[in-house]
């Protein structure tokens, strides 16, 4: 299991941008990010395939958030602009050796492994 490990979360005002890194201790490569408000399920946010650099994103950030990887490192990143008060959750990295792309954020009871989480607040 891939020791993962978040940060980069923050308070922030709406309209106002992030950037979350994910470190893994080895290269995997299918990574997500998921974010999780508490009582509720924890939701997909956006994958990334390095095998072919394929990206997807939920409907609720596309177009504001963008999912990237540092080339020839083992660290994933999730630029978040014009944040809203309903980003605001805990921001979670998983791998997967088994899920890519849409598989990932639809089978996340099912990934490898997760980060601890980092906390995301936009406060309006």
């Known amino acids: 299991q891939v020791q993962l490990v978040e940060s980069g979360g923050g308070s922030v005002e709406s309209g106002g941008s992030l950037r979350l890194s994910c470190a893994a201790a080895?290269?995997?490569?299918?990574m997500g990010w998921f974010r999780e408000v508490q009582g509720n399920e924890r939701e997909g946010v956006a994958a990334?395939?390095?095998?072919?650099?394929?990206?997807v994103y939920a409907d609720a950030v596309k177009g504001r958030f963008t999912i990237s990887r540092a080339n020839g490192e083992n660290t994933l990143f999730l630029d978040m602009s014009n944040l809203r008060p309903d980003d605001t959750a805990m921001y979670y990295c998983?791998?997967?050796?088994?899920?890519?792309?849409?598989?990932?954020?639809?089978?996340?009871?099912?990934?490898?492994?997760w980060g601890q989480g980092t906390l995301v607040t936009v406060s309006s």
């Open positions: 990334l395939d390095d095998s072919d650099g394929e990206t």
């Open positions: 080895r290269y995997i490569s299918c």
């Open positions: 998983a791998t997967s050796q088994h899920f890519c792309g849409w598989g990932m954020l639809k089978n996340r009871r099912l990934l490898d492994a």
